[in-house]
């Protein structure tokens, strides 16, 4: 495995914590982040689908053919990141929300750094 994916193998496990707590546990991983619904059917459907993505996270971080998605993970993982700051700042999301997505960010750039060192590590042709 390279480093970039490992990065990616290892954040499915993030992925499915987040998925698992959706999927079971809707009240109280929204209450967490100040929101309240009365259907937490869309928010277990969304568990799945991540729970879904973590098993996409894990093929594709043991496969290094998978560079280019490591690559597009960096920039989606990170405007996660800066779309929730914004929401934040414009008063439509909690604070704590940021909390989440900086394991995101923090992700990416894990990522992004993998990617420069396997750069690095290859021989020039």
Known sequence: MTRAGASIFYFGFWVVICGVSLLCFP???????GITLNDYLPVRIFGMVLLYLAVYYFVAGRSPGFRPLYLATVFTRSSALLFVIIAVLLGVAEPIVIGFVLVDGLGALWTALALRADGKARPIP
Not at 27 to 33: D, N, T
């Open 27 to 33: 009240g109280f991983s929204l209450g967490v982040a």
